[in-house]
DNA sequence: TGTTGACATAATAATAGTTACCATGTACTT
DNA sequence: AAGTACATGGTAACTATTATTATGTCAACA
């Protein structure tokens, strides 16, 4: 009844992978890894054994911060840190000197079956980062939301790239065959993104981000 | 350049509702019960006024274990126990008792800017349930995943719903003009569903959650 | 020992949750 | 009042995950 496992060549090198790699990974930086060993293996064979393989207690499923799911290669009883820029996690011991338990009349009728401890920061990477540009704020590297430009987007950032000075949103449109409000609402996304400035009220002008962003 | 927060009748909205709330709900959730007020309101108003209001620090936004983002109108430090099977949130006091802080060795080099402590088990209503259904196990209210046919799954389950007796899956992919290996697959689905049951080796029949399944 | 079917896989479709885009609407500033 | 900043609704696109299914592999039994 008590199904055996079985131990297939994919499972293998998925265990494996997740041994040597000490970074609590998603299921696709796991996949990564193992299509160097096998190229041929689908990200759905890696999600559906990463799950076979945290209810068989061989590796254990991480609920962390993020999106995205992690897997732990390292059974014994740990806690985490987890990097709000990067989304990296890292194990933290806290030597069994806080076990907490909750009091019964302050568990709320629950069933307690566990409890999960996560402190959260800034990695060592991300700290000297933070110090240098002291302007990105946390917005920079962590996901696509910043990078792309729509054709929109573009049109109206190559349009500002060939004013000399800064100019209102009244010579865009007339450069670009764009309505002023639709100018306006691409100068508001260009800005969000960093690739315009405005050094005077309603003038605007391309930054160096934004000339790095059309090449 | 600390640009105040305009508040408009749908932050209004949104802002009472959750503090109605005090069941730190899920952004769609919120939605459902700010749609009563505002019936023309969009999903994506909500997400975005959620994310904002929670940078000016009048609401947090949780990060807890499940998939979806939860939000709190309650600012006061405290922290949070989870039902593994329902996802319901409720809060938990630890009375300032345990304010765990790391000691700089142990913290790896991070910047550290806090810590979330977070127990997970069943919620009284769970606890109830589960008493009495010793066998569907933690499955069956919690996703999509169970309830619905595919046509093949429709088909094989048509097919076995007529025979009086158990039968081998030569006999099914004879009454419905599909492969046997295809049969073999389908019962293999419907047997994780619960829809078909299997008294002996390699002879299949419907059950009674399969016949209400099908109607 | 050849069949059979349990279990796995690769490829892909489907889903859930969230975010991006943009035309349009509303409210501040001067 | 003009002109811009900010906000909204509708929808497309995106990310992470799960489901489906044809096909492959192998162990157990007839
Ligand atoms: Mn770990
Ligand atoms: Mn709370
Ligand atoms: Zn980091
Ligand atoms: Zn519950």
Redesign the interface.
């Known amino acids: 009844m008590d199904k055996q496992l079985r131990m297939t060549h994919q499972r293998e090198v998925i265990l494996s992978e997740l041994g040597k790699c000490h970074t609590h990974p998603t299921a696709d930086e796991l996949y990564e890894r193992v299509k160097k060993k096998l190229p041929r293996i689908s990200l759905a064979t890696v999600y559906r054994n990463l799950e076979i393989l945290s209810e068989a207690g061989l590796i254990r499923k991480l ?1 962390v ?3 995205q799911k992690r897997f732990d290669w390292d059974l014994r009883q740990h806690d985490h ?1 987890y ?2 820029r990067c989304h990296r996690v ?5 030597e069994g000197k ?1 076990q ?1 338990s ?1 009091p019964a009349h ?19 990477g991300c ?1 000297k980062i933070q110090q240098k540009t002291r302007k990105g704020e946390e917005k920079m590297g962590c996901k696509t939301c910043g990078t792309g430009l729509s054709d929109k987007q573009r049109e109206v950032l190559e349009a500002l790239a060939k004013c000399k000075d800064a100019c209102g949103s009244k010579d865009i449109a007339a450069a670009t065959s764009l309505e002023p409000k639709q100018v306006s609402c691409q100068i508001t996304a260009l800005k969000k993104k960093g690739y315009v400035a405005s050094p005077a009220r309603c003038k605007y002008e391309i930054t160096s981000e934004g000339k790095a962003a059309l090449s």
């Open positions: 609920e911060s993020g999106r840190i990097c709000v890292d194990n933290i011991d806290l806080k907490l909750l302050e568990s709320r009728g629950y069933k307690v079956s566990g409890c999960r401890i996560e402190f959260f920061g800034l990695c060592p700290r």
